[in-house]
């Protein structure tokens, strides 16, 4: 029993996966990204605790969205492994930064943002929908 409706029922209020919520969260996952890249400033000018702050504060919220929109029906193959790879590369850079070693920090940096742009080409690929024919979606 659900107060929506009958599980699974197509008159259901909620539908996983509908279009406001995978825009509310594409939109949740852009200011994390914003915040994110602010990062690499602060690793320039040797503020850590600044970059800390701004990645502890980010990694809940960018992990919740991007595992969302990694299972989501309009992400690619792959999606699931590139966004685990940006969460690593996060944590290597919060590790160097709490060791204060700058250069190491900004190449893990370079890596991260890498890792996060992989991720967002297997999210946003043809636009969010897929072109289906009778015999294939593409």
């Not at 309009?74 to 290597?92: H, I, L, R, V």
């Amino acid at each position: 029993y659900s107060v929506y409706g009958k599980l699974g029922d197509e008159k259901a209020v909620y539908k996983k996966y509908n279009a406001k919520e995978i825009d509310f969260k594409k939109k949740m996952l852009a200011e994390s990204e914003r915040r994110v890249k602010a990062v690499d400033a602060a690793i320039g000018k040797k503020n850590w605790e600044s970059v800390r702050r701004d990645l502890d504060g980010q990694v809940y919220n960018m992990r919740n969205t991007m595992n969302y929109l990694a299972a989501g029906p309009s992400a690619q193959p792959g999606a699931k492994a590139a966004a685990k790879q940006f969460y690593q590369d996060m944590e290597a850079v919060n590790l160097l930064c709490k060791r204060k070693k700058q250069a190491a920090a900004q190449d893990a940096y370079g890596a991260m943002m890498s890792s996060l742009d992989s991720f967002n080409k297997l999210i946003k690929a043809g636009g969010g929908r897929r072109a289906c024919t009778n015999t294939r979606c593409s």
